[in-house]
């Protein structure tokens, strides 16, 4: 993640321009500029020496749209199973310490959080990749669904850039009685086609 107060702040509000991707963030105007005390205490004296730093604080305000809740589904890193290949000398399953919690005594949602996405970046890119990343996208978004925010998702997986030689997946997410999607954007990756 970023941190907004450190970013150049442009004229615009539209966190597109800001950022250069389509998040559904809108940065407030800032507030006024507020000095923030604290306290140093490893003085080698002993003695804790107090400062204040003036900031100004901005804040970010929240938009009706799915872009962030597709964006956190998609790429953060869901826990790979017990069926899952690791990557070479990899014994680290990722995931997200919350979802070691949603149990159904603690939490009824079946969900995990992210997506499996992370485990085509290893390895050779072989012609199995893009069924996986489908699959991975696929089952990251199924929750939009479940939860009655979307009527239907459908997502494809293709080769794309100049040379076609980078993995990008297209999630298409439809709203009940529509039949243009609500959403609809193709993310690139790094994952690059073995040469043929």
């Not at 559904?24 to 000095?35: H, Q």
């Not at 009706?64 to 953060?76: E, G, K, M, V």
């Not at 990749?129 to 696929?138: D, I, N, S, W």
């Amino acid at each position: 993640m970023f941190d907004v107060a450190t970013r150049p702040q442009p004229n615009s509000s539209s966190a597109a321009s800001v950022f250069g991707v389509p998040f559904d963030w809108r940065l407030v105007t800032p507030g006024p500029a507020v000095a923030y005390p604290w306290k140093d205490f490893a003085q080698p004296s002993g003695v804790p020496a107090v400062y204040a730093d003036v900031l100004a604080t901005y804040a970010i305000e929240l938009e009706d749209t799915l872009q962030t809740a597709i964006i956190l589904s998609l790429f953060s890193d869901r826990r790979a199973t017990e069926d899952d290949s690791l990557p070479l000398n990899e014994t680290d399953r990722r995931g997200w310490v919350g979802d070691e919690f949603s149990s159904d005594d603690f939490d009824t949602r079946p969900d995990a959080w992210g997506s499996r996405l992370w485990l085509c970046y290893y390895g050779k890119a072989g012609v199995d990749v893009l069924e996986v990343a489908r699959f991975a996208a696929q089952e990251s978004l199924d929750w939009l669904v479940r939860d009655g925010i979307a009527d239907r998702v459908t997502v494809t997986a293709q080769w794309a850039g100049e040379r076609g030689d980078r993995l990008a997946v297209r999630p298409m997410i439809y709203k009940p009685n529509q039949v243009r999607p609500v959403y609809d954007v193709l993310w690139g990756t790094s994952i690059k086609r073995l040469a043929q």
